[in-house]
């Protein structure tokens, strides 16, 4: 997965978990109830996956200084802020939880050969490729345009259950 569609996936299971309608964290609204699980996802995405800030900024609909402001204020908001703390908590569990639940393959070999057995397969004539990264390993699938949607498709459904990342180069 990019790192946008892991942000999303993050910002997903915070407004599950905190009861709010899906995507609402990118209104336009400064409530308490909106503003602090923007928060909270922006630093779980910053501290657990390094998620650029212009992801963040693009994915919530905001500008990248206020990702610069929530970095800068959570350890205040953490210690003397409640509400903040305990929903920090709730979400930052339940994302670690879901991501260490997810395997990771133990070399290259099985990364191909699990590809292989999926469908994935490199193109004769290609023009692009899709890297792979799951743990330490990684691999590249050369595609050409016509394959490109239908092999990066192939891809995520093969690797939804490990963790991955991956990157058209």
């Known amino acids: 997965m990019t790192a946008e569609?892991?942000?999303?996936?993050?910002c997903d299971l915070a407004t599950n978990l905190v009861g709010l309608p899906?995507?609402?964290?990118?209104?336009?609204?400064?409530?308490?109830?909106?503003?602090?699980?923007?928060?909270?996802?922006?630093?779980?995405?910053?501290?657990?996956?390094n998620t650029h800030r212009e992801v963040i900024a693009k994915v919530l609909e905001r500008n990248r200084t206020s990702i610069n402001h929530y970095e800068r204020t959570h350890s205040a908001n953490y210690s003397s802020f409640p509400y903040?703390?305990?929903?920090?908590?709730?979400?930052?569990?339940?994302?670690?939880?879901?991501?260490?639940s997810k395997k990771t393959f133990i070399d290259?070999?099985?990364?191909?050969d699990h590809l292989r057995r999926k469908g994935v397969k490199n193109s004769?004539?290609?023009?692009?490729?899709?890297?792979?990264?799951?743990?330490?390993f990684g691999t590249d699938i050369k595609v050409s345009y016509r394959d490109?949607?239908?092999?990066?498709?192939?891809?995520?459904l093969a690797l939804q259950n490990y963790q991955h990342e991956i990157e058209v180069i």
């Not at 569609?5 to 993050?10: E, I, M, S, W």
């Not at 899906?22 to 996956?49: C, F, H, T």
Request: charged share 30%; net charge positive; proline share 1%.
């Open 22 to 49: 899906k995507g609402s964290l990118s209104i336009k609204n400064r409530k308490i109830k909106y503003q602090v699980p923007r928060a909270v996802v922006s630093m779980i995405a910053r501290l657990e996956d």
């Open 5 to 10: 569609d892991n942000f999303k996936t993050l």
């Open 84 to 100: 903040y703390r305990d929903t920090f908590n709730k979400i930052y569990n339940a994302y670690v939880d879901i991501k260490e």
């Open 148 to 156: 490109f949607y239908k092999q990066l498709e192939i891809c995520k």
């Open 108 to 112: 290259m070999y099985h990364l191909k």
């Open 124 to 136: 004769k004539n290609h023009q692009n490729t899709i890297r792979i990264t799951s743990g330490k």
